[in-house]
């Protein structure tokens, strides 16, 4: 089974600043989906990024860019010039193409990320 | 174009009773999943439904069902509700094809008195 890991249960960054979110995952399949998605207060669990592992090129999406190290099955997202919106919290997410698994997602613990003004 | 949503909002139950959560996938997605939000646990994977079967479901006791209607929409129901089923339940479609990603309704919060 898969597992997927963020070790970083909080995070807080200055408005316009850097932060990047770090994801390690565990997987003995050669190809998958991995994904972030933020939920805000609101509840709804919104995409963000999405990365097909067979692809070298990492994803970008405007200010949110990801870091994939397939060797070191590390996927980390990077939200560049952070916003006052973008304080959410941050759920990295694997999916398997193994029909077994059924296209289920399997998700991070979560990390939460604070901007601040 | 609607997102996926869900009905309740906030549903509040008694200890042995039983609750039915919905949902209505994208226009045009015929995957319907189901996850379980509870404090402390993260994430959790319930059912998969696509094209009216049942295709999937993660590690829950037989007391967590659901169903698929031919609309596509979805019922998640929950048996003998125990204190530890409360919790935001989520639901996502997902258009046919494998590569698509899922898309999430705001959940419902069932809360257990």
């Known amino acids: 089974a898969q597992t997927v890991t963020q070790s970083q249960p909080e995070m807080s960054v200055q408005e316009a600043e850097t932060v990047t979110l770090s994801c390690t995952y565990d997987t003995s399949e050669s190809d998958y989906y991995l994904f972030w998605y933020k939920q805000p207060p609101s509840r709804q669990m919104i995409l963000v990024i999405r990365q097909e592992a067979y692809k070298q090129q990492n994803a970008t999406e405007n200010r949110f860019s990801v870091n994939f190290q397939k060797a070191a099955k590390s996927f980390s997202l990077k939200i560049s010039d952070s916003q006052l919106g973008d304080a959410a919290m941050y759920f990295c997410?694997?999916?398997?193409?193994?029909?077994?698994?059924?296209?289920?997602?399997?998700f991070g613990e979560g990390t939460q990320l604070t901007v601040n003004p | 174009e609607a997102g996926v949503t869900q009905s309740p909002t906030h549903l509040i139950k008694t200890r042995g009773q039983q609750a039915t959560l919905r949902c209505s996938p994208i226009s045009g997605h015929t995957s319907v999943y189901w996850y379980q939000q509870a404090l402390g646990l993260g994430l959790q994977f319930l059912l998969w439904?696509?094209?009216?079967?049942?295709?999937n479901r993660g590690n829950f006791p037989p007391r967590f069902s659901g169903r698929q209607f031919p609309n596509y929409s979805s019922e998640l129901n929950v048996n003998a509700l125990e204190l530890e089923d409360s919790a935001l339940y989520l639901c996502?479609?997902?258009?046919?094809?494998?590569?698509?990603?899922?898309?999430f309704g705001d959940g419902t919060r069932l809360s257990i008195l």
């Open positions: 997410a694997y999916r398997s193409l193994e029909f077994s698994s059924g296209s289920r997602l399997t």
């Open positions: 439904y696509d094209e009216g079967e049942e295709r």
């Open positions: 996502a479609s997902r258009w046919g094809q494998e590569n698509q990603p899922q898309h």
